[in-house]
T-cell receptor
Framework: TQLLEQSPQFLSIQEGENLTVYCNSSSVFSSLQWYRQEPGEGPVLLVTVVTGGEVKKLKRLTFQFGDARKDSSLHITAAQTGDTGLYLCAGEGRDDKIIFGKGTRLHILP | DAGVIQSPRHEVTEMGQEVTLRCKPISGHNSLFWYRQTMMRGLELLIYFNNNVPIDDSGMPEDRFSAKMPNASFSTLKIQPSEPRDSAVYFC???????????????FGPGTRLTVL
């Protein structure tokens, strides 16, 4: 069974600080996506990475796909209260199945 | 543009009752997904349809769960009989699957929060 482990489960930091959250697996994924989910809403896609070693930037968010396509990280620079939410990674694995991690619940304190 | 529409947004029912969740995908999308989200298990894919045909229902927990997609603009997820352990948020998502086989972005609805007493 392919699994995606996200860490940390919970993170609470002050506004203005930097942070990194991780998405790891022992399996290879053909692509990996990051979503943000706010309370009472469905997940919203932030980015898709498909090439090992790929780095994508979305304003203050930097996403990296591991060289072996088994892991990914999300780095946020100068966090803002609007970044608060549940961050989910999802991988497209065998049989084109999309598998989600359980998420990192991020809380940015003003 | 309207996104994915789900109804009801909240459902409270008693154990043993039938529950029907509804979803209207984004117009033009040809793939529809039903997910369940809980704190313990995270977001789990239950079933997905392509061109109204169920492609993979391996995530459906048991025979009490069934899903239909009678046309391109409507799908239902039914639980009969419902049990307290079915309490969760159920999401519907839609996307466009091209001929290349690459799936476009999945767009999620706001979810239905189901509580079974």
């Amino acid at each position: 069974t392919q699994l995606l482990e996200q860490s940390p489960q919970f993170l609470s930091i002050q506004e203005g600080e930097n942070l990194t959250v991780y998405c790891n697996s022992s399996s290879v994924f053909s692509s990996l996506q990051w979503y943000r989910q706010e309370p009472g809403e469905g997940p919203v896609l932030l980015v898709t990475v498909v090439t090992g070693g790929e780095v994508k930037k979305l304003k203050r968010l930097t996403f990296q796909f591991g060289d072996a396509r088994k892991d990914s990280s999300l780095h946020i620079t100068a966090a803002q209260t609007g970044d608060t939410g549940l961050y989910l990674c999802a991988g497209e694995g065998r049989d084109d199945k999309i598998i989600f991690g359980k998420g990192t619940r991020l809380h940015i304190l003003p | 543009d309207a996104g994915v529409i789900q109804s009801p947004r909240h459902e409270v029912t008693e154990m043993g009752q039938e529950v029907t969740l509804r979803c209207k995908p984004i117009s033009g999308h040809n793939s529809l997904f039903w997910y369940r989200q809980t704190m313990m298990r995270g977001l789990e894919l239950l079933i997905y349809f392509n061109n109204n045909v169920p492609i993979d229902d391996s995530g459906m927990p048991e025979d009490r769960f069934s899903a239909k997609m009678p046309n391109a603009s409507f799908s239902t997820l039914k639980i009969q009989p419902s049990e307290p352990r079915d309490s969760a948020v159920y999401f519907c998502a839609s996307s466009f699957l091209g001929t290349s086989g690459n799936t476009d972005t999945q767009y999620f609805g706001p979810g239905t929060r189901l509580t079974v007493l």
